[in-house]
């Protein structure tokens, strides 16, 4: 993965553009870069966050795009599981040891 303190005039990032139900990810280059903010496509971006400054719309752009491709996939599984949730209830005792067993391995 790229380090935000390596961003770099022609660099290319992808920017999150679009609506919450229907974004989509294009493939930019960096213009300028100065020390607080860097310019893709005439749009000034904040370097810490990687968010689109001075808009109405939110934009954010990705150093890398698998990182945008594991986000997705993460949001994608958590809602998923939340969704199955409700059904806990009708797993069996097995399942149940299963899933905390899971959980309690993952934990810091």
Excluded: C
């Amino acid at each position: 993965m790229v380090d935000k303190n390596e961003l770099k005039v022609g660099m290319t990032v992808w920017k999150l553009g679009g609506t919450i139900s229907n974004p989509h990810l294009s493939e930019r280059k960096i213009s300028k870069v100065g020390r607080k903010y860097f310019y893709v496509a005439g749009e000034k971006f904040n370097i810490e966050t990687l968010q689109l400054i001075d808009s109405y719309f939110d934009g954010r752009i990705y150093l890398d795009k698998q990182e945008y491709i594991n986000k997705v996939r993460k949001e994608t599984l958590i809602r998923d599981i939340k969704a199955k949730y409700n059904k806990i209830y009708s797993l069996s005792l097995t399942q149940l040891e299963e899933i905390n067993k899971i959980i309690d391995k993952e934990e810091i």
